[in-house]
């Protein structure tokens, strides 16, 4: 058995960013338009009017200010509101795997690491542009790496799921080092219109490279001292979007098949089972909570992160403790907890603690305790 550490993380962030100003006003006047449209079928009780949106209520609910975007036009247009992303040739490389490249290029450097270093790449995300061929075999070509390459899904869980199939495969000796990428254009499956959820999701990539210990030579290295996952089913968070949704006529662009919630479930019911996994799993390890210098938490919602740490912590965590990057990023699933640690490790000292978490749809939670070497 190896030991494995995580060597360099990356990160790609697209050109565009929407603020809540500019979103709100785009949603706004797509409401005036529908009330406009309906005024006698509203007046009538036949149709229930739309309530604006307001920045102040994005914020109070959720944290975020703006969020990154791979199309910032499309999705501001009221008469459209969905990034315009054009169908690429088959001989182009893919959008995703564009991402993927930039991220991947950034942990590569920051590993001191080459494609000939690499020995297999997953690609851990919520939104794959397709079935099949795999992302991860295309981003595999792209680099110029050698060896294998699969895709994974489990929703905003995929990283952490991929970091441990990535630790598993370097401890086995399967790989010298592992390449894990998580592209997400999560403003491909957002409802616009949607008042609750308009204001969720931005775009982005991380990647992170875990190889074998004794071959790292990276300033930055963390130990993958254990990681935890668990998975129990709930409907709270889901997309009925696939292959099968043409068998069935009748279900065509219905909102099910986009990103909907029980946001008040999954908040009640998803932050303790958060804490409990983390609590438990540190004890697992003769770890103390108050041993964690550092918690990356999955960047969904500001109220919810609060909440963890407050219950792992009895008390409200320090600045630093719990670093927040969804007030400029938004939720962008798999890829927010890495870009938390991407954008927060470099200060710690050796022998830190932290814990990486993430938590979706499924419901799917994970818990990867890191230690700075």
Known sequence: MHNAVISGTGLYTP???ISNDELVE??????QQFNAANASAIASGEVEALTESSSAFIERASGIKSRFVIDKDGILDPQRMVPRIPERSNDQWGILCEMAVGAAQEALARAGKTAADIDGVIVACSNLQRAYPAVAIEVQAALGIKGFGYDMNV?????TFGLQAATNAVQLGQARAILMVNPEICTGHLNFRDRDSHFIFGDACTAVIVERADL???????????SKLITQFSNNIRNNFGFLNRAAEEGIAASDKLFVQEGRKVFKEVCPMVAELIASHLAENQL???????????????????????KLLG????????PVILDTYANTSSAGSVIALHKNQDDLPSG???????FGAGYSIGSVILRKR
């Open 15 to 17: 050109a565009n960013s």
């Open 26 to 31: 785009s949603f706004n006047a797509y409401v």
């Open 155 to 159: 929703a905003c869980s995929s990283a």
């Open 216 to 226: 790292a030579t990276s300033a930055q290295q963390f130990e993958i001292v254990s």
């Open 288 to 310: 103390n909570v108050s041993d964690v210098k550092r918690f990356w938490l999955h960047q969904a919602n500001l109220n919810m992160n609060l909440l963890i740490a407050r």
């Open 315 to 322: 008390r409200d965590a320090e600045p630093g403790e719990a």
């Open 352 to 358: 830190a603690l932290g814990v990486l978490s993430s």
